[in-house]
Protein backbone atom coordinates (compact mmCIF):
# COMPACT_ATOMS: atom_id res chain seq x y z
CA UNK A 1 0.00 0.00 0.00
CA UNK A 2 2.91 2.30 0.95
CA UNK A 3 4.41 1.54 -2.53
CA UNK A 4 1.37 2.40 -4.45
CA UNK A 5 1.10 5.80 -2.26
CA UNK A 6 4.48 6.53 -3.32
CA UNK A 7 4.11 5.77 -7.21
CA UNK A 8 0.96 7.65 -6.84
CA UNK A 9 2.96 10.97 -5.09
CA UNK A 10 5.88 10.47 -7.92
CA UNK A 11 3.70 10.17 -10.98
CA UNK A 12 2.00 13.52 -9.81
CA UNK A 13 5.29 15.25 -9.14
CA UNK A 14 6.21 14.61 -12.31
CA UNK A 15 2.90 15.79 -14.17
CA UNK A 16 2.99 19.06 -11.72
CA UNK A 17 7.55 19.03 -13.08
CA UNK A 18 6.50 18.64 -16.71
CA UNK A 19 3.39 21.37 -16.96
CA UNK A 20 5.38 23.52 -14.99
CA UNK A 21 8.31 23.70 -17.45
CA UNK A 22 8.73 26.78 -18.51
CA UNK A 23 10.97 25.85 -22.73
CA UNK A 24 10.10 29.10 -23.94
CA UNK A 25 12.94 31.32 -23.53
CA UNK A 26 11.77 34.43 -25.79
CA UNK A 27 11.73 37.50 -23.55
CA UNK A 28 8.20 39.20 -23.61
CA UNK A 29 7.95 41.97 -25.70
CA UNK A 30 8.77 45.43 -24.70
CA UNK A 31 5.52 47.51 -24.30
CA UNK A 32 5.74 51.15 -25.53
CA UNK A 33 3.26 52.98 -23.90
CA UNK A 34 1.81 55.99 -25.77
CA UNK A 35 2.82 59.56 -24.73
CA UNK A 36 0.77 61.98 -23.30
CA UNK A 37 0.86 65.17 -26.01
CA UNK A 38 -0.82 68.05 -24.54
CA UNK A 39 0.32 70.84 -26.77
CA UNK A 40 1.21 70.62 -30.25
CA UNK A 41 3.38 74.26 -31.34
CA UNK A 42 4.04 74.71 -35.83
CA UNK A 43 6.51 77.55 -36.59
CA UNK A 44 5.90 78.69 -39.92
CA UNK A 45 9.19 80.21 -40.89
CA UNK A 46 8.95 82.37 -44.58
CA UNK A 47 12.01 81.80 -46.30
CA UNK A 48 13.84 84.92 -47.27
CA UNK A 49 13.11 86.64 -43.69
CA UNK A 50 9.26 87.83 -42.14
CA UNK A 51 7.60 86.66 -39.20
CA UNK A 52 7.26 83.37 -37.97
CA UNK A 53 3.45 82.42 -37.90
CA UNK A 54 2.89 80.47 -34.85
CA UNK A 55 0.06 77.99 -34.71
CA UNK A 56 -0.81 76.15 -31.31
CA UNK A 57 -3.29 73.58 -30.13
CA UNK A 58 -2.82 73.28 -26.25
CA UNK A 59 -5.03 70.56 -24.24
CA UNK A 60 -3.58 70.77 -20.83
CA UNK A 61 -6.34 68.50 -19.07
CA UNK A 62 -4.88 65.72 -22.10
CA UNK A 63 -7.89 63.10 -22.39
CA UNK A 64 -9.35 65.26 -19.84
CA UNK A 65 -13.38 66.82 -20.35
CA UNK A 66 -11.78 70.16 -21.48
CA UNK A 67 -11.32 70.94 -25.25
CA UNK A 68 -7.91 72.10 -26.53
CA UNK A 69 -7.41 76.04 -26.93
CA UNK A 70 -6.35 76.44 -30.79
CA UNK A 71 -4.33 79.46 -31.69
CA UNK A 72 -2.96 81.05 -35.28
CA UNK A 73 -0.21 84.39 -34.74
CA UNK A 74 -1.38 85.78 -38.06
CA UNK A 75 -1.61 85.32 -41.79
CA UNK A 76 0.74 84.08 -44.18
CA UNK A 77 2.00 85.56 -47.05
CA UNK A 78 0.54 84.28 -50.77
CA UNK A 79 2.64 82.69 -53.25
CA UNK A 80 5.65 82.18 -50.26
CA UNK A 81 7.19 79.31 -49.02
CA UNK A 82 7.71 78.22 -45.51
CA UNK A 83 9.82 76.06 -43.37
CA UNK A 84 7.51 74.62 -40.81
CA UNK A 85 8.94 72.51 -37.36
CA UNK A 86 6.88 70.98 -35.02
CA UNK A 87 7.09 70.48 -31.20
CA UNK A 88 5.01 68.40 -29.09
CA UNK A 89 5.24 68.68 -25.50
CA UNK A 90 3.77 67.18 -22.08
CA UNK A 91 2.93 69.98 -20.21
CA UNK A 92 0.83 67.71 -17.52
CA UNK A 93 4.68 66.89 -15.88
CA UNK A 94 6.38 69.89 -14.25
CA UNK A 95 8.64 70.75 -16.50
CA UNK A 96 7.23 69.88 -19.55
CA UNK A 97 8.09 66.84 -21.47
CA UNK A 98 9.49 67.52 -25.08
CA UNK A 99 7.67 64.59 -27.11
CA UNK A 100 9.55 65.61 -30.10
CA UNK A 101 12.23 64.20 -28.88
CA UNK A 102 10.67 60.37 -28.60
CA UNK A 103 9.36 60.67 -31.85
CA UNK A 104 12.43 61.87 -33.60
CA UNK A 105 13.98 58.85 -31.89
CA UNK A 106 11.89 56.40 -32.78
CA UNK A 107 11.42 57.87 -36.09
CA UNK A 108 10.68 54.62 -37.85
CA UNK A 109 7.13 54.36 -35.86
CA UNK A 110 5.71 57.99 -36.34
CA UNK A 111 5.12 59.77 -39.29
CA UNK A 112 3.20 63.05 -39.41
CA UNK A 113 0.40 63.31 -42.18
CA UNK A 114 -0.92 66.91 -43.60
CA UNK A 115 -3.94 67.23 -44.96
CA UNK A 116 -4.81 71.16 -46.32
CA UNK A 117 -7.43 72.74 -48.26
CA UNK A 118 -7.71 76.65 -49.91
CA UNK A 119 -4.85 78.24 -50.57
CA UNK A 120 -2.52 75.88 -49.37
CA UNK A 121 -0.49 74.59 -52.83
CA UNK A 122 1.76 71.90 -50.98
CA UNK A 123 3.31 70.42 -48.16
CA UNK A 124 6.34 68.29 -48.51
CA UNK A 125 8.67 66.49 -45.83
CA UNK A 126 11.72 67.81 -45.30
CA UNK A 127 13.19 64.44 -42.44
CA UNK A 128 13.09 60.60 -42.66
CA UNK A 129 14.06 58.20 -41.27
CA UNK A 130 16.67 55.88 -41.28
CA UNK A 131 15.24 54.49 -43.84
CA UNK A 132 14.22 56.95 -46.06
CA UNK A 133 10.64 56.94 -45.66
CA UNK A 134 9.06 60.66 -44.49
CA UNK A 135 8.61 62.03 -40.82
CA UNK A 136 7.36 65.56 -40.80
CA UNK A 137 8.76 67.17 -38.09
CA UNK A 138 10.53 69.81 -40.29
CA UNK A 139 8.32 70.52 -43.43
CA UNK A 140 7.94 72.75 -45.83
CA UNK A 141 4.58 74.51 -46.70
CA UNK A 142 3.97 76.87 -50.07
CA UNK A 143 0.91 78.66 -50.18
CA UNK A 144 -0.97 79.90 -53.24
CA UNK A 145 -2.68 83.28 -53.59
CA UNK A 146 -5.14 84.82 -51.38
CA UNK A 147 -7.83 83.20 -49.68
CA UNK A 148 -9.07 80.64 -46.78
CA UNK A 149 -7.18 77.52 -45.99
CA UNK A 150 -6.87 74.95 -43.37
CA UNK A 151 -4.25 72.75 -42.44
CA UNK A 152 -5.08 69.47 -40.33
CA UNK A 153 -1.63 67.64 -38.58
CA UNK A 154 -2.02 64.20 -37.51
CA UNK A 155 0.68 62.26 -36.01
CA UNK A 156 0.35 58.21 -36.71
CA UNK A 157 2.26 55.91 -34.03
CA UNK A 158 3.33 52.76 -35.88
CA UNK A 159 1.73 53.48 -39.77
CA UNK A 160 2.97 51.61 -42.16
CA UNK A 161 6.37 52.38 -43.61
CA UNK A 162 5.99 53.41 -46.92
CA UNK A 163 2.72 54.46 -47.33
CA UNK A 164 1.00 56.45 -50.10
CA UNK A 165 0.64 59.76 -47.68
CA UNK A 166 -2.54 58.94 -46.86
CA UNK A 167 -4.26 58.17 -43.47
CA UNK A 168 -6.45 55.37 -44.84
CA UNK A 169 -3.16 53.75 -46.17
CA UNK A 170 -0.84 54.50 -43.32
CA UNK A 171 -2.98 52.67 -40.39
CA UNK A 172 -1.67 52.54 -37.03
CA UNK A 173 -2.61 55.16 -34.13
CA UNK A 174 -3.28 58.75 -34.10
CA UNK A 175 -1.36 60.32 -31.29
CA UNK A 176 -2.84 63.78 -31.74
CA UNK A 177 -4.81 65.57 -34.55
CA UNK A 178 -5.51 69.33 -34.99
CA UNK A 179 -7.09 71.73 -37.52
CA UNK A 180 -5.72 75.05 -38.04
CA UNK A 181 -8.00 77.40 -39.63
CA UNK A 182 -5.61 80.15 -41.79
CA UNK A 183 -5.73 83.00 -44.27
CA UNK A 184 -3.18 83.79 -46.52
CA UNK A 185 -3.51 87.59 -47.68
Known amino acids: MKAVKFLSMLAL ?12 DTPPEEVNEEEVITTMTVALAPQGGGDTITLQSRDIDGDGPGA ?12 TTYTGAIVLLNETETPAEDITEEVAEEDDEHQFF ?6 IAS ?3 GDT ?13 DTDTAGAASITITLRHEPKKPNDGTLADA ?6 AQTFDLTVQ
Request: hydrophobic share 35%; charged share 15%.
Open 129 to 141: DGNGNPVGIVFTL
Open 171 to 176: GGETDI
Open 114 to 119: FQTTGS
Open 123 to 125: VDY
Open 68 to 79: PVVTVSGSLAGN
Open 13 to 24: SGVLFISCSDDD
